[in-house]
């Protein structure tokens, strides 16, 4: 069974970071491209960032490029956003997503980034 | 990066059949076969019942089927049923190696 599993999430103050991570299991991690897709309380889903396989090539939204930075570690089965001079408007729950075929099958549980002063 | 664009609700009584359009344009929804369905019921992550425009991935019901013309995606659920009521979102590759999507509808089961 896949499993995805999004921690590191918390109340942080503007301009601060965060690392989130995402656990992978039930699936070859390695073999597959992986996404983040954000969500504002109440509002829509947004795709935030890609990563292929051997995390050589990365993808961002226009809204988050420069500020985030997508990662991976296949030997420990585990995707990582970094979230870096964080805004009000990065107030969202992350998912960790599994890619297929031109969009995304499986969704971890999420993970919530509250940016407050 | 605009959103695609979905009416923002559609509803139905039980066993109507109901279609949520996602309008893109030629750099996205009407480049590629790469469209996916969402069903997010609320305090719930998304649930994925459609890919490649019109696959269904295997346990979703054959109640949900989808269709692309042009920039315009569409997904529709027949025999409407409670369970139905949820909000939907499609996804569009955009072939600049990013992924957009769409504004989300809120399906009524009336």
């Known amino acids: 069974e896949v499993q995805l599993v999004e921690s590191g999430g918390g109340s942080i103050q503007p301009g601060g970071s965060l690392r989130l991570s995402c656990a992978a299991s039930?699936?070859?991690?390695?073999?597959?491209?992986m996404h983040w897709v954000r969500q504002t309380p109440g509002k829509g889903l947004v795709w935030v960032s890609r990563?292929?396989?051997?995390?050589?090539?990365?993808s961002y939204a226009d809204s988050v490029k420069g500020r985030f930075t997508i990662s991976r570690d296949n030997a420990k089965d585990t995707l990582y956003l970094q979230i870096n001079s964080l805004r009000d408007e990065d107030t969202a729950v992350y998912y960790c997503?599994?890619?297929?075929?031109?969009?995304?099958?499986?969704w971890g549980q999420g993970t919530l980034v509250t940016v407050s002063s | 990066q605009s959103a695609l664009t979905q009416p923002a609700s559609v509803s139905g009584s039980p066993g109507q059949s109901i279609a949520i359009s996602c309008t893109g344009s030629?750099?996205?929804?009407?480049?590629?076969?790469?469209v996916s369905w969402y069903q997010q019921h609320p305090g719930k992550a998304p649930k994925f019942i459609i890919y490649d425009v019109s696959t269904r991935p295997s346990g979703v019901s054959d109640r949900f089927s989808g269709s692309k013309s042009g920039n315009t995606a569409s997904l529709t659920i027949s025999g409407l049923q409670t369970e139905d009521e949820a909000d939907y979102y499609c996804i569009s590759h955009t072939g600049t190696g990013t992924y957009v999507f769409g504004t989300g509808t809120k399906v009524t089961v009336l």
């Open positions: 990563i292929n396989p051997d995390g050589t090539y990365t």
């Open positions: 030629s750099s996205d929804v009407g480049a590629y076969n790469y």
């Open positions: 997503t599994k890619d297929l075929s031109g969009g995304v099958d499986y």
């Open positions: 039930g699936f070859n991690f390695r073999n597959y491209w």
